[in-house]
């Protein structure tokens, strides 16, 4: 059996006295986890070099190493990247990134505790009262003391200035690390301190400059006048040092990132730009996952997606609860995981990306989109939509990419996905063909989320009294207003949005209709889209006509009456004084395609024949098979194939196929006779029912 590498001898007190150059090799005597604040797991080490033991604390991107079982009592770590934190006068080792080298069972020399000074003697008594991980807070990976006045710093980073404290009370064998300077990218308060990585920040830290190579993320806010103050200085990509700003706990509410504080600036904060001359600070981080895991992902979480884009649709307009308009685009992303995902652009990004993704596929080619802080949306399944923090980067240059398209030209775009969004990229609903009876029936839109199907029908009646509303037409941030506004005594439109006194308006509609198909007649609601595609007119021109012309009026309403259409619907249950009730809005309202409805009608047929009656989602106009009954099963009233007939029906093996039946009920409505089906009917010859 290989012996056990030599342990780093009294690296443990060099580490004390400063010395940053280390990377020492030290046994674990002890592994167990920290009862945190937080849910995350928290796990502290007990290490030796064989002489003295230090209490450490292991970060928590390794703690896949302990529960992976790499990490364990006896094991021989070498620490590439550490932080020493002193709480309370004790001494703990932050290991922020290692690499197990060995393994030994049995303890390497005879350590014992390394005391610093008095304070910590004292500290070590107060120990013995208070369990060390109830005075711990962790965070991040770091340990959070229980008052600035009680703790420094020393970072494997960067060697410690001078100061009172910046020495511990046992002399090293060796003079300390020289100091340097720093360039990068710094967020620091007045004085001078210790650097740290952002992982290792805390409100305790009394004085602290951050500097990271490692890819730590850390919001920082402003508000009113300081963020009037510093936003034309702040450009996206480049490097800045921020000085004197507040550290605060994390508002998880609108702090997605995974550090527990953010920075606050203040009056007294500074932002200089800094010179890109800093290659250890990296752009831009991402933790990507695999879009097969965004399935089983909480909704409402955050994540990071880098796929190959395999479609884009074209940018909808979206009108909000609140009356606003907003844009919507939508890409189909694929990756090596098996399944693809739709990525949801809302507002600037469907102009921006959205459009060099569009040019992209149109031209033929595939780029590869790398989404940063998208929010999972259990809406259709899983999808990722862009909030206003998110970031969108088109064939970025990073390693991960490089590997997808070497995947995706090797072989990879001929492999079948599965989606795990339920809306198609080209903004086609997963629609399912109901008719009228089964809305109610099958309690559609009352789950708390919508439900888009499709009903053909006709319109029997057309609400006239009130079809229309006066709109504001002024431009707020980029769109029309659309609010509704009042006229005033003075003839003078007024918008209470804008607070602005109009002298025209706007007509929109919001025409109420009653559609009916063989099952029943429900209300639905077309907004102006919708509407004018219905009705043929804009809502100025008809409320012109209202009154005046009415039989240019009556003329436009008697023309869409009892015409059948493909009824698009949204069907959601709202709230209006107090009461629930399931309200259908008109998406779109197409003319029918015969030739296509004739197919979904044979196609029912068939799969009822097959014994295969389930709805089917369409596709367009009609492509797919229609359900002809309500939930209640099949009704004489209701049904193309009463239930006697149905199981007849059911005994066929195939549409073409023949079927001995023997029951007396199934006969041919063709001749009359029984034993055969019409497409077997002696009178049709040898032709076959199509």
């Known amino acids: ?53 230090q209490q450490s604390v292991l970060a928590t991107q390794l703690n896949s190493s302990v529960l992976l079982g790499e990490i364990k009592q006896g094991s021989i770590l070498q620490l ?51 369990s060390t991980s109830n005075d711990m807070s962790m965070r991040n990976g770091c340990a959070a003391p229980v008052g600035p006045a009680q703790q420094s710093v020393t970072s494997t980073k960067s060697p410690s200035t001078s100061g009172p ?87 998880r509410s609108f702090n997605h990132m995974r550090h527990d504080y953010e920075i606050t600036l203040e009056n007294s904060s500074m932002i200089e730009l800094l010179g890109e001359d800093d290659d250890s600070i990296p752009q831009q981080q991402f933790k990507f996952t695999p879009i097969a895991a965004i399935e089983n992902a909480d909704e409402n979480s955050m994540v990071d997606v880098l796929g190959i884009v395999v479609g884009v649709s074209p940018t909808n307009t979206i009108l909000r609860k609140n009356g606003t308009e907003t844009e919507k685009r939508t890409v189909q992303l694929r990756d090596a995981s098996g399944c693809s995902v739709e990525i949801t ?53 990073l390693l991960e990419a490089k590997q997808l398209r070497a995947w995706f030209e090797g072989g990879g775009k001929a492999s079948s996905f599965q989606p795990i969004s339920h809306e198609g990229c080209a903004g086609a609903r997963g629609e399912m063909r109901k008719t009228v009876s089964q809305i109610k029936d099958e309690g559609l839109g009352r789950s708390g989320r919508p439900d888009w199907v499709a009903v053909k029908g006709s319109i029997s009646f057309v609400k006239t009294d009130k079809f229309c509303y006066t709109a504001c037409p002024l431009i707020v941030m980029d769109r029309p207003c659309n609010r509704k506004v009042t006229i005033r005594s003075d003839n003078k439109w007024y918008c209470d949005r804008c607070d602005k006194l109009l002298d025209d308006c706007e007509y929109r509609y919001l025409l109420s209709l009653q559609v009916q198909d063989h099952t029943g007649v429900t209300w639905v609601t077309a907004f102006q889209e919708a509407a004018e595609d219905i009705l043929g007119v804009s809502a100025k021109e008809l409320q012109s006509w209202k009154g005046e012309e009415d039989w240019r009026f009556e003329d436009v309403i008697h023309k869409v009456l009892f015409t059948q259409r493909l009824f698009k619907l949204k069907v959601k249950e709202e709230t209006y004084n107090d009461e629930l009730s399931v309200k259908c809005s008109v998406l779109r309202a197409e003319q029918l395609n015969y030739h296509s409805e004739n197919k979904v009608v044979l196609d029912s047929i068939r799969s009822l024949i097959v014994g295969d009656h389930q709805n089917q989602e369409i596709a367009g106009n009609g492509s797919s098979v229609p359900s002809f009954s309500g939930a209640a099963g099949f009704m004489s009233s209701n049904s193309p194939v009463s239930p006697s007939k149905y199981t007849a029906v059911k005994s066929s093996r195939s549409m073409g196929g023949s079927a001995n039946f023997s029951s007396s ?18 009178s049709q010859g040898s032709g076959r029912f199509r």
């Open 665 to 682: 009920n199934s006969s041919c409505f063709k001749c009359g006779k029984s034993g055969h089906w019409v497409k077997d009917c002696p």
């Open 165 to 251: 404290d910046a020495r511990p009370l046992v002399s090293p064998s060796y003079e300390p690390a020289p100091i340097y300077s720093n360039k990068g990218p710094i967020a620091r308060n007045q004085a001078p301190a210790r650097i740290l990585p952002i992982v290792a920040l805390t409100p305790y830290v009394g004085r602290w400059a951050i500097k990271d190579g490692d890819g730590g993320e850390i919001r920082a806010t402003c508000f009113n006048s300081i963020a009037d103050q510093f936003m034309d200085k702040i450009e996206v990509g480049k490097l800045y040092m921020v000085s004197k700003g507040k550290l605060r706990p994390a508002e």
């Open 345 to 397: 652009m809302w507002g600037s990004f469907c102009a921006r990306e959205g459009n060099l993704l569009q040019e992209a596929c149109n031209s033929g080619q595939t780029p590869i989109l790398a989404v940063k802080a998208g929010r999972i949306s259990a809406f259709s399944g899983k999808s990722v939509g862009t909030i206003s923090s998110t970031q969108l980067l088109v064939d970025p240059d």
């Open 1 to 53: 059996m290989a012996s056990a590498p030599a342990l780093t001898s009294n690296s443990i007190s060099a580490i004390a006295g400063g010395d940053t150059n280390l990377r020492p090799l030290l046994q674990v005597l002890d592994v167990k986890e920290i009862k945190a604040s937080q849910a995350d797991k928290r796990f502290r080490l007990l290490l030796s070099d064989g002489s003295f033991v």
């Open 80 to 130: 590439l990247d550490f932080v020493c934190l002193t709480i309370r006068g004790l001494r703990f080792l932050m290991v922020l990134n290692m690499e197990v080298i060995g393994f030994s069972a049995d303890t390497i020399g005879h350590p014992k505790q390394f005391l610093f000074n008095d304070k910590e003697a004292s500290g070590k008594a107060i120990a013995q009262q208070e």
